[in-house]
């Protein structure tokens, strides 16, 4: 008994062939805007990767990528079986590559499920990837003459001054770190060596910040120095004093624009998946009331559309029996491996026999 079965006459199926032509295209559309959706998200991620630790996260533009080029050409192969459907001469040539087209659109839809999917789980993942790298970011930010990290300082800069955010945490992560370059200090004065000797590990830290934390929206000019000491300035209390400097760390900052991103895609990745079963669906009934015209041959004539020949429970018996003997096809008796390599030795033989030449009388 066939599943969703459906009567179609001949007005029907033309109806049906143009009304998934349209959908075609507009699921060639839909597979551009992801597409294009995939490659804006990867460069918004290569445009922060020296403060990230790994590219685990670019497993979503990279899927994004690949699907919205597999859905142009997939639904682009739709439209044109729409337009050979009602030719009795030429729709019969799509019956074998069919097959195929349905199994891309169902890895379609669960690699776009799969994106959404992604999209939350790695949440913590892009967390641990910017902690770490802000971390090293901070580290290095002081390497101004070291190649490979003499854009760092820039880097930082820049990414608090956009993001308003100031450190990893927190603005006192700045507190924790020597920021301020060796070639910049004069070991002759005695606060920096009563600073350097100071600290276990003969670094030179601080209670500021670097200018990029500063608030603009602050009445108070920028106070980056000496923050922690409450007599350093007038009308300062550090403990209770809101500090003119922005209060939330980049590592919070970035994680929340990334995440409101990829957050953003989902409903307009599952309005895909909707457009993209619809055309899945659309054109097995196609499909199928074409092929059951053809076999009354009657044209014109009212054929029947369904999604499945069988019930689900058939069907699936039927594939997994197919699968089944497929498998025992792919594989190979050990039996006749052993036999095939004794005639090959006894063939051998023979050969080696044949060519030796007889001995002389």
């Known amino acids: 008994m066939a599943l969703l079965k459906m009567k179609f006459s001949q007005q029907r199926r033309v109806r049906l062939a143009q009304g998934l ?9 839909c597979g551009a805007f992801i597409f ?13 990767d020296e403060v990230m630790e ?4 670019h497993a979503v533009p990279n899927l994004l990528m690949l699907v919205g080029l597999a859905s142009i050409g997939a639904n682009w192969v739709a439209s044109r079986v729409c337009q050979d459907s009602l030719d009795a001469s030429r729709f019969p040539r799509w019956k074998v590559l ?44 002081k390497d ?15 990414l608090q001054m956009e993001f308003r955010c100031c450190g990893n945490n927190n603005f006192k992560d700045w507190f924790e770190i020597q920021w301020v370059s060796n070639r910049y200090l004069d070991f002759t004065s005695q606060e920096v060596k009563d600073r350097i000797r100071s600290n276990v590990d003969g670094r030179y830290l601080l209670d500021g910040v670097p200018f990029s934390c500063c608030n603009p929206a602050s009445p108070r000019p920028c106070l980056q120095n ?22 939330r760390g980049c590592r919070q900052a970035l994680t929340d624009y990334y995440m409101g991103l990829m957050n953003s895609t989902g409903p307009g990745v599952l309005s895909v998946i909707l457009i993209q079963l619809s055309v899945l669906l659309s054109m097995r009934y196609l499909q199928t009331a074409v092929d059951g015209a053809m076999a009354l041959e009657s044209p014109e004539g009212e054929s029947e559309g369904y999604i499945l020949e069988k ?21 190979v008796d050990p039996a006749s491996e052993v036999a095939g390599a004794e005639e090959g030795e006894k063939a051998a033989e023979a050969s080696a026999k044949a060519a030796t030449p007889p001995p002389a009388s």
């Open 36 to 48: 294009c959706l995939g490659v804006y998200l990867k460069i918004e991620l290569l445009r922060r």
């Open 311 to 331: 019930d689900v429970k058939a069907t699936y018996a039927e594939v997994k029996a197919k699968a089944l003997d497929l498998l025992k096809f792919a594989q």
């Open 144 to 158: 101004t003459d070291v190649p490979g990290r003499c854009f760092q300082k820039e880097t930082i800069d820049r």
């Open 98 to 141: 069919l097959l195929g087209w349905y199994a891309v659109a169902v890895l379609l839809c669960c690699l776009l499920l799969a994106v959404v999917v992604l999209s939350y789980a790695l949440q913590g993942r892009l967390e641990e990837s910017l902690k770490v790298g802000l971390r090293n970011g901070i580290r290095f930010y």
């Open 21 to 29: 032509w349209l959908l075609s295209w507009l699921a060639v559309m």
């Open 226 to 247: 000496q923050l922690t000491d409450s007599r350093a300035h007038y009308n300062y209390e550090y403990q209770s004093e809101e500090l003119n400097l922005y209060s």
């Open 54 to 57: 790994d590219t685990d996260i």
